[in-house]
């Protein structure tokens, strides 16, 4: 009986305080709604017949918890009058009179990219203000700062796109654009603007400038690398830039069949039981190495004295006849095999050595 007595006690004790516990609940927190940032860094240019909005996706909600996983940003647009001062609207007014034209995913710090396609009454007739609104966690982000368009007539994109291939750079030609995009009137271009691709790469301009035509040097090129041309011709004096559409797209993939060009400076030097030739290293970035040519006095023709191109720019030749007469030539030989023509002669007779 003491023992049972001397249990009863603490339990009874314990479940008292448990009792006394559960009797008082802790107040209930709200659930958290995390809103995404805006949409940043939000520009929006014509090129031809669309406009092209690029911005860069947010990485956080508002109170910097990052957002976990892909998102959606809204396209809004709002046509006003056209007026001499294209000030964009306030935002709220774009949020209650404009439309969503897109929705477009994209991961989150990643630069998002949008064209809008013009309609024909648009064209030098309206102001487009444009702005995005960020969708993660079921909730959307305030609208972006809005970004205001009018629409031009600029010129079609150039056409006709070749390429002509030199030992040193390709070099890009087109045909100007006949008509402005509304088809009204023939444009007048500032100048060009040239993009090359490598490969599936992306499009990078080349030109820092407007170039004022064709043709365009691209002299920072390899042989044998697929690269894509395409040209836009641009409508204004200064940056940024308003332009047309691209043109075709022009695919080069240009062979090596250059040879280099023949060695020069040679120096040639008869000595006791050898003939020694030297001359000026060839400019050439591939260039492999080169062949010395002999012949005799009284045989029919040339024949290598190094079947394979060697890399220095001099020899000596000790297979030589005392008092014979020797005639030399070089060729220059570049890493795909193109052989250059021959150089200069260069004629000596060969010294008796010493006994």
Known sequence: MMNRTMLRGPLAVGLAFLA????????????????????????CLQRGSRVVLRWMNPESYIDGE?????????????????????????????????????????????????????????????????????????????????CACAPRALPRPPTDLRVRVLADRLEVSWTAPEATIDLRRRPAPTGYLVLRAEEAGPFDVLTAEPVKGPPFADKNFEFERPYRYVVRAVANAAAPYLTSDDSPVLEVLAKDEFPPRPPLGIVIVAGEGFISLSWDPGPEKDLAGYKVWRRAEGEGGFRALTPQPILENAYTDRAVKKDTRYTYTLTAVDSRGNESGQSAAAVETARAGRP
């Open 20 to 43: 006394a516990a559960c009797g008082h609940k802790a107040p209930l927190l709200p659930p958290v709604v995390r809103v995404p940032q805006r949409p940043g860094d939000f520009t």
């Open 66 to 146: 990052p957002i976990p996983g892909p998102g959606t940003v809204e396209v809004w647009v709002l046509e006003t009058p056209l007026a001499e001062d294209i000030a964009p609207v306030a935002a709220a007014e774009l949020e209650s009179k404009g439309q969503v034209v897109a929705r477009v995913e994209g991961k989150p710090g990643e630069p998002g990219e949008y064209f809008y396609g013009l309609a024909p009454r648009e064209i030098e007739a309206c102001v487009l203000n444009f702005s995005l609104r960020a969708r993660a966690g079921g909730r959307f982000s305030a609208l972006a700062e809005v």
